[in-house]
């Protein structure tokens, strides 16, 4: 079966570093777009951004040159690098598939913009 694991979460200053891994399995990696989604408590879940398989990225607005998304299609692997974090960006994180009708999602990592 398909299971996508995330991992990198955790508790940060203003300011700091996180990077996000998604290691994908039970999958053809190479043909999916891959996204990294979140959400806030009472917020509705939205995109951060997305790599298709192309390479072509789109990112939220919110978050346009302090995270880079890229993809090892060797190791089926996504990563969201993510700096000058903000408080505003403390959520969880869910690593997305998509193709065609098909989706994926992972269980999730916290991450947590604090001082």
């Known amino acids: 079966q398909v299971q996508l694991v995330e991992s990198g979460g955790g508790l940060v200053q203003p300011g700091g570093s996180l990077r996000l891994s998604c290691v994908a399995s039970?999958?053809?990696?190479?043909?999916?777009?891959m996204g990294w989604y979140r959400q806030a408590p009472g917020m509705q879940r939205e995109l951060v951004a997305l790599?298709?398989?192309?390479?072509?990225?789109n990112y939220a607005d919110s978050v346009k040159g302090r995270f880079t998304i890229s993809r090892d299609n060797v190791k089926n692997t996504v990563v969201l690098q993510m700096n000058s974090l903000k408080s505003e960006d403390t959520a969880a994180y869910s690593c997305?598939?998509?193709?065609?009708?098909?989706?994926?999602w992972g269980q999730g990592t916290q991450v947590t913009v604090s001082s």
């Open positions: 790599i298709t398989s192309g390479n072509n990225t």
């Open positions: 997305n598939a998509h193709s065609n009708r098909l989706d994926f």
């Open positions: 039970g999958l053809i990696f190479r043909v999916y777009t």
